[in-house]
C-alpha cells in the first residue's frame, strides 16, 4: 500500500527493504509529475478555463510534453520490469544525470544554431523572426525531450540484465 502521509510507517518499510518496486516507481514518478505540473506556469488553470487566449503551438506542447513525460516514465518502469525488476528508482537516478547532460548539451546547440539556421533558410533581411523562432524553440525542446526517454531507455535495457 502507497504510503503518502504515514511517513514513519514509510521509514519502516524502507528500513526493512518491504516496499514494492513499483510503488517505489510511483513515489519518484508523482512527485515529478506535480513538479512539472506546477512548474508550468505558463498554462495555468486560468488559461486551461477559457479566461485567456492560449495559441494552439502551446496547447499542443502543453499536450505533447505530459504525454511524453508519463508514456515515457511507464515506458522506462517497463523496461525494467520485463529485465530484472530490481532498483529501478537507483537507476533512474543515476542514468538521470548523464541523459541530462546531453540533453542540455544538445539543447544549447540547438537554441543557438537553430535560430540561425532558421534566419539562412528564410532569408529574412530585417524582418521579425519571432514566431518562427517560438516554433524552432518548441520543436527543439520536444526533441530533446524525445532524446532524454531514449537515452534512459537504451540504458535501462543495459542495465535491467536483459
Known amino acids: 500500500m502507497i504510503v503518502f502521509f504515514r511517513t514513519s510507517r514509510l521509514i519502516n518499510e524502507l528500513r526493512e527493504d518491504s516496499v514494492p518496486e513499483f510503488h517505489k516507481f510511483l513515489y519518484l514518478f ?3 509529475l506535480l513538479l512539472y505540473l506546477g512548474g508550468r506556469s505558463d ?3 486560468y488559461d486551461l478555463l477559457g479566461k ?3 495559441s494552439t503551438l502551446e496547447i499542443a506542447d502543453f499536450i505533447f510534453d505530459i504525454t511524453l513525460f508519463i508514456g515515457g516514465s511507464l515506458l522506462l518502469w517497463k523496461i525494467n520490469q520485463n529485465g530484472d525488476n530490481k532498483n529501478f528508482v537507483e537507476r ?3 542514468l538521470n544525470f ?3 547532460i546531453i540533453v542540455n548539451i544538445t539543447g544549447f546547440l540547438l537554441g543557438f544554431l537553430g535560430p540561425l539556421f532558421l534566419s539562412a533558410i528564410l532569408k ?3 524582418q521579425e ?3 518562427y523562432y517560438m516554433y524552432v524553440k518548441t520543436i527543439g525542446l520536444n526533441l530533446n525531450y524525445i532524446l532524454y526517454f531514449v537515452l534512459m531507455a537504451n ?3 543495459k542495465t535491467a540484465q536483459y
Open 30 to 32: 508523482l512527485p515529478l
Open 43 to 45: 498554462i495555468g488553470l
Open 52 to 54: 485567456n487566449r492560449l
Open 92 to 94: 533512474y537516478i543515476c
Open 98 to 100: 548523464p541523459a541530462i
Open 124 to 126: 529574412y533581411e530585417g
Open 129 to 131: 523572426l519571432t514566431n
Open 155 to 157: 540504458w535501462m535495457k
